[in-house]
């Protein structure tokens, strides 16, 4: 014999399955393999909970690419992306955007490719912290029974 509260609480439950948000973050699901699309992909992939407090400026030198050098900031808990290099940066990142691409995509080796010299940076504690403010193109949320995206964090 179940009470008012069970119930009340087995119908939270089943409401809460029911509209349960996907997520909709990009993933190399369905961001192409490219630097302008994958550049623009970073405000949606910020964890807003990992920069809190938080202020940083970056500048990306792709080299190769047809549109080679952006600039990203990070404050108030957003995420800003603009073509060129705007400001003073916390860091500058410089690699071949082939580098870039498969390392976003998960074909790459960052710590690899930085030991073969691909890669090079300004600030390596500031580099660390843009890391850890994105989630990663290639980690893509497993869906569960349902067919609902969960991230897993």
């Not at 400001?87 to 710590?111: D, Q, R, W």
């Not at 390596?124 to 193109?137: E, H, I, P, T």
């Amino acid at each position: 014999m179940s009470g008012p509260f069970e119930e009340a609480r087995s119908l939270a439950v089943a409401v809460a399955d029911i509209v349960r948000p996907t997520v909709t973050r990009p993933t190399v699901l369905d961001t192409p393999a490219e630097v302008e699309a994958i550049v623009r992909s970073l405000p949606a992939r910020l964890r807003p909970e990992r920069v809190e407090g938080y202020e940083g400026r970056f500048h990306l030198v792709l080299t190769g690419d047809p549109k080679p050098e952006w600039t990203v900031t990070i404050v108030d808990g957003r995420c800003e992306v603009a073509e060129g290099l705007h400001g003073e940066p916390s860091c500058v990142l410089t690699m071949p955007a082939k580098t870039y691409v498969g390392v976003e995509t998960g074909k790459k080796n960052p710590m690899t490719a930085f030991l073969k010299g691909r890669v090079k940076f300004t600030n390596v504690g500031q580099l660390r912290r843009y890391d850890r403010a994105f989630y990663k193109l290639y980690d893509v949320p497993k869906s569960d029974e349902g067919g609902r995206g969960s991230n897993g964090h």
